[in-house]
């Protein structure tokens, strides 16, 4: 199976529980990370099973 990028999100370093599972939902979520006492924001990118 492969995947591709269905949608990015920025998140802010303080956003609490960024990343919610869907149980109904068949997707991988990755997370970049900005290195410790780093204030800029994060990176979510939600990949969706590619057809």
């Known amino acids: 199976?492969?995947?591709e990028v269905d949608n990015?999100?920025?998140i802010?370093?303080?956003t609490a529980n960024p990343v919610q599972r869907?149980?109904?939902t068949?997707?991988?979520t990755l997370m970049?990370?900005?290195p410790l006492h780093?204030?800029?924001p994060s990176?979510?990118?939600y990949w969706a099973p590619h057809s």
């Open 32 to 34: 970049t990370c900005t």
């Open 12 to 14: 802010k370093p303080t």
């Open 8 to 10: 990015i999100k920025t």
């Open 26 to 28: 068949n997707q991988v």
């Open 22 to 24: 869907d149980p109904q």
């Open 38 to 40: 780093d204030q800029h």
């Open 43 to 45: 990176a979510l990118s």
């Open 1 to 3: 199976m492969t995947y």
